[in-house]
């Protein structure tokens, strides 16, 4: 009796040492189905020059800032790697007023039809707290597959942010589409 009772305790310890390692699975993570992806590089913050947000990229990504009176984005990617092995990044905090609703999904499903992409996958949720809009386009550039990513986060009645991420090829792209997501969840909003 003595050997079961240690037994359970150990094995209760040991499930709530596991458990308590875990992160927690975003919503959008959840949404396309990407589970705990961690980024093993060393990171860097990088702040945008209006001090709106700041980001957490790998350090030997090549990152440009750019700013004017409607906006502050940062650019990132991977340029070592090969174009089908790497990803464009596109972080953005823009001056203005959008609705998170049918509207917008309407707006950026016409987009993405133009831009001769076939929608893959949408979603409306929460973004640490804010009201967000996701949405996968599928399509095809210079013979190469092309997907692209665009995420809404609505701020506040005068500010959203747009994130928008470029994949080339279909050559582990579920990975690549993970590790982005991983990223975009590093983000911090400064109001």
Same mark, same amino acid.
Request: charged residues 30%; negative net charge; aromatic residues 14%.
């Given at each position: ?11 209760i ?6 458990? %308590? ?5 975003s #919503? @959008?993570?959840k /949404?396309?189905?990407? &589970?705990?992806?961690e980024? +093993? ?50 972080? %953005? ?5 959008? #609705? @998170?609703?049918? /509207?917008?999904?309407? &707006?950026?499903?016409?987009? +993405? ?9 949408e979603?409306?949720?929460?973004f ?6 996701a ?35 279909? #050559?582990n792209?579920?990975?690549r ?7 975009i ?7």
């Amino acid at each position: 009796m003595k050997y079961v009772s240690k037994l359970f305790a150990v094995s209760i310890c040991s499930v709530l040492l596991f458990s %308590s390692c875990q992160h927690p699975v975003s #919503e @959008i993570s959840k /949404v396309f189905s990407c &589970k705990n992806i961690e980024i +093993t590089e060393e990171l860097e913050r990088v702040d945008d020059f209006k001090q709106n947000f700041s980001i957490a990229v790998p350090k030997r990504w090549k990152t440009k800032l750019y700013y004017d009176n409607m906006e502050s984005e940062i650019f990132s990617a991977d340029t070592i790697k090969t174009i089908t092995d790497t990803y464009i990044m596109d972080f %953005s905090s823009r001056i203005g007023s959008i #609705e @998170i609703d049918d /509207v917008l999904k309407e &707006k950026v499903r016409q987009k +993405t039809m133009n831009n001769n992409l076939e929608m893959i996958e949408e979603s409306f949720h929460n973004f640490k707290g804010y009201a967000a809009y996701a949405h996968l386009g599928k399509g095809k550039s210079k013979g190469m597959d092309l997907y692209v990513f665009q995420y809404y986060i609505k701020i506040n009645n005068d500010k959203y942010m747009l994130i928008k991420t470029e994949f080339y090829g279909e #050559e582990n792209f579920d990975s690549r589409f993970c590790e982005s997501l991983a990223l975009i969840e590093k983000i911090k909003i400064q109001n």
